[in-house]
């Protein structure tokens, strides 16, 4: 764990705190050997060097994004397409149920090839 990182997540709020956490450790679990850093900002992940995901913490939500995404479809109201489809993000709002089993589920096949 990043000491930078830290830093970033315990400067939210208590309900993103949770969040950021639960997520970190479900990319932790996801990704073996994840190198993590905080980068323009925020904390982004790593697998051989590649990009693999960011957590992006806003006033009113946490945005979780993966990369390597193309092939990942959208879901109305859950996962978006950033840019060409290539990434694709999820928006998380203070008393959300947050479906951590399918967000590493999107994590585990964008980060195979890698």
Same mark, same amino acid.
């Given at each position: 764990?990043?000491?930078?990182?830290?830093?970033?997540?315990?400067?939210?709020?208590?309900?993103? *705190?949770?969040?950021?956490?639960?997520?970190?450790?479900? *990319?932790?679990?996801?990704?073996?050997?994840?190198?993590?850093?905080?980068?323009?900002?925020?904390?982004?992940?790593?697998?051989?060097?590649?990009?693999?995901?960011?957590?992006?913490?806003?006033?009113?939500?946490?945005?979780?994004?993966?990369?390597?995404?193309?092939? *990942?479809?959208?879901?109305?109201?859950?996962?978006?397409?950033?840019?060409?489809?290539?990434?694709?993000?999820?928006?998380?709002?203070?008393?959300?149920?947050?479906?951590?089993?399918?967000?590493?589920?999107?994590?585990?096949?964008?980060?195979?090839?890698?």
């Amino acid at each position: 764990m990043n000491d930078d990182v830290t830093q970033y997540i315990n400067k939210t709020q208590p309900w993103q *705190i949770d969040v950021c956490e639960k997520l970190r450790a479900m *990319i932790d679990e996801t990704i073996p050997g994840v190198e993590e850093r905080l980068q323009y900002g925020k904390p982004h992940y790593f697998k051989n060097g590649h990009h693999a995901a960011v957590i992006a913490v806003a006033k009113s939500k946490v945005s979780f994004m993966v990369f390597n995404a193309a092939d *990942i479809p959208e879901v109305k109201g859950f996962l978006r397409a950033m840019g060409n489809g290539e990434r694709k993000t999820v928006d998380i709002t203070e008393g959300q149920d947050v479906d951590y089993g399918t967000l590493a589920g999107f994590l585990g096949k964008t980060t195979a090839a890698l």
